[in-house]
């Protein structure tokens, strides 16, 4: 089993330099989505995600179709 660890896309308070915890859950800004748009991943059979908005955001974006855990 191969494990790849991706970091969520950029949201707004990422660019602002702010502090991005779990209390906040912020959707991905127009720019972290298009900067997933043009990156490509290898082929998975399942993702893990964290039920934040922004990693669920980026997993459907990288991930399209993918069973999610």
């Known amino acids: 089993m191969k ?3 991706i970091r969520h896309g950029q949201t ?3 660019r602002e330099h702010r502090y991005i915890g779990c209390r906040t859950d912020e959707p991905l ?7 997933l748009q043009n990156r490509h991943y290898p ?3 399942r993702v893990f995600v ?3 908005r922004r990693c ?3 997993a459907n974006l990288l991930y399209p179709g993918v069973p999610q855990t």
């Open 3 to 5: 494990w790849i660890l």
């Open 12 to 14: 707004q308070g990422n």
């Open 29 to 35: 800004c127009p720019e972290g989505i298009a900067q």
């Open 43 to 45: 082929p998975v059979s």
């Open 50 to 52: 964290s039920p934040m």
């Open 56 to 58: 669920v955001e980026t």
